[in-house]
């Protein structure tokens, strides 16, 4: 089974051993190493460009989790001294408390959202006094200072908050043909006879769009796929006809023929 | 008598900083303007009926919740005694628009506020501190506002220049968050916008 | 039952933009806070039976008038943006420890969440939900943080007691003893956990 990441990023390396550990229901003893480290490698590509800290975070814990287990594959363990024995149990029991801890305010913390999520639906009054009170309060500027209208401008100007920011805007959009094709590789085979409209539902960019067309014109020119027009302006449907000839352009181990 | 229509009247208006015209209810409820006069007539009755401290007005076109008149006088103790004795947020707000974008009309104002700003025009300019500087030489030749030497007076500055600047792009925190997140090589967050 | 108290109470939340403290609202009426407490109570019950479209909640320890969460539709529609932009998973997992460990320093927090946190602080901070609330007394005199009212009205709680207990998410025993059996550096394999 190949590890899979369901989507959300790891926050840190003690939630992500915990989250490996529990959510694999599987023990140290059985997670190959080399598939956690490909799941997270393929994780780190969904995401578009390199999360430095998540990175780095994920090889501390890698690290963690090889030591454990090479510790358990050493021979011998009737000759080790009970000091060191006592040091290890100390270590895991530390280790133990700090995930239960991550665990806890992890879990706090999604009732936290609930609460907001349920306060949001509720507006408070922010009227304040009406004309009629207006000329009461002796000084309206009572705490108004330049830099609290310099704020309150900055405020305003600054971007309306999203309701999730995702780096995308930033990192240079994800256009390359080569790419494009590595992907039309893995959706066609199962698609059977499928239209360029489909293949394209969920690309938002225009640019993107005509990517995708061109590393179809190029699937096509490599004899992998088949292409019909009813007449001009007509639906393309695209046919997926085989593996002849895309192993050139395509990161050869994600083509599954 | 609490149908769905009169229950968001009543949402809608409690959060409203000002009037609220007829024709925007109605657009918001799907009903017809005149069904929303209706509406707040009912609503209006009501309060009077239970004899609330409140009272549901048609005031400058639109429709919103004050106190009652019997009233004032604990009002008035409130707006003097308690936090209320300083400018609202929205007022706020529309200072500083008119203080660094001046001149400006009030649909400038309500275009950046994102909502509409006459209300606390009028109490600005009551007030003395933004008056009238002219006219947008453009077709409906709006009305443009400034500040007065009153402001400026009460603010301690020499000149409306000697506001602070503004910086160039402030990312909202979020954003900061984000790029951190994601940028960060090591400890140091880079050295942005704080 | 509209009493004089209860219009009071009733016209003064009507002009407040912030929740307003018992107390105040107790030298205003010249009441006992408890009275008023008991007051706001019934007119919360009132409306209620009333099935008004807004309600008076307690919420950052005072009073305040807000739409009923019913008619969160209508309100959406009129105040156009969203109101409130979700917070980070890392956010919000340092608000949560925040919360519950405060006072608290960024050294404890990163000790928690294994991570270095001050760009999560920073942000928390800029969107006004903690603040700093003193000085470690030990070496260093790190700056220690905890919660703001504000963070309470984001939350629609009374009290940061209110939160639930930290207790109700200690992870339950089949969790523990999946960690157990994958950290244990015993002598032989566990039974393969499935």
């Not at chain 1, 040091?87 to 029991?93: F, K, N, P, Q």
């Not at chain 1, 100007?157 to 920011?165: F, H, S």
């Not at chain 1, 490599?222 to 352009?249: I, K, P």
């Not at chain 2, 025009?121 to 007065?148: F, M, S």
Request: net charge negative; glycine share 8%; aromatic share 6%.
């Amino acid at each position: 089974m190949p590890y899979t990441v369901s989507t959300p990023v790891f926050e840190g390396p003690f939630d992500l051993l915990l989250h490996l550990i529990t959510r694999q229901q599987v023990d140290l003893w059985e997670i190959s190493l080399a598939d956690i480290v490909d799941g997270y490698v393929a994780t780190l590509e969904e995401m578009r460009g390199l999360d430095l800290e998540a990175a780095t975070e994920f090889l501390l814990i890698a690290a963690v989790l090889l030591e454990l287990k090479a510790r358990r594959l050493l021979p011998g363990r009737d000759d080790v001294e009970l000091d060191e024995e006592l040091a290890l149990w100390e270590e895991r029991d530390l280790l133990l408390a700090r995930l239960l801890e991550c665990k806890t305010f992890k879990d706090a913390s999604g009732a936290m959202v609930r609460l907001m999520d349920a306060a949001d639906l509720a507006w408070p009054r922010t009227a304040g006094p009406d004309d009629r009170f207006s000329g009461l309060a002796p000084d309206l500027l009572a705490g108004v200072t330049p830099g609290r209208l310099r704020d309150t401008m900055e405020a305003l100007l600054a971007p309306r908050p999203l309701a999730r920011v995702l780096l995308d805007h930033v990192a240079p959009v994800r256009a390359s043909v080569r790419d494009a094709v590595a992907d039309l590789i893995e959706e066609l085979p199962g698609a059977g006879r499928v239209s360029f409209a489909r293949l394209t539902a969920g690309v938002t960019g225009r640019l993107e769009i005509i990517v995708r067309f061109l590393a179809l014109l190029e699937l096509y020119k490599r004899g992998a796929v088949d292409l019909e027009q009813a007449g001009t302006f007509g639906e393309l449907r695209v046919l997926w006809l085989g593996a002849v000839g895309v192993e050139a352009g395509a990161p050869a181990e994600e083509y599954q023929g | 008598m609490a149908s769905e229509a009169h229950r968001a009247l009543e949402a809608i208006l409690m959060v409203a900083d000002q009037p609220v015209v007829p024709a925007l209810l109605a657009q918001l409820l799907e009903v017809p303007p005149a069904r929303v006069e209706e509406l707040c007539g009912e609503l209006a009755g009501a309060y009077r009926d239970d004899d609330r401290g409140f009272e549901l007005v048609r005031v400058a076109g639109g429709y919103r919740f004050q106190s009652h008149p019997d009233l004032a006088p604990y009002v008035e103790r409130f707006v003097l005694e308690g936090q209320n004795a300083r400018l609202s947020a929205a007022a706020l707000e529309t200072l500083a628009i008119v203080a660094y974008k001046q001149p400006v009309s009030r649909a400038q104002v309500a275009a950046i506020r994102g909502v509409n700003a006459d209300g606390v025009i009028r109490t600005l300019r009551a007030r003395g501190y933004i008056t009238e500087v002219g006219h947008d030489p453009g077709p409906g030749q709006a009305t443009l506002y400034g500040t007065t030497p009153l402001l400026l007076e009460r603010l301690g500055l020499d000149r409306i220049e000697d506001l602070p600047p503004l910086a160039q792009f402030v990312p909202g925190p979020e954003i900061m968050d984000a790029l951190e997140q994601s940028l960060r090589p090591g400890r140091e967050p880079p050295a942005a916008g704080e």
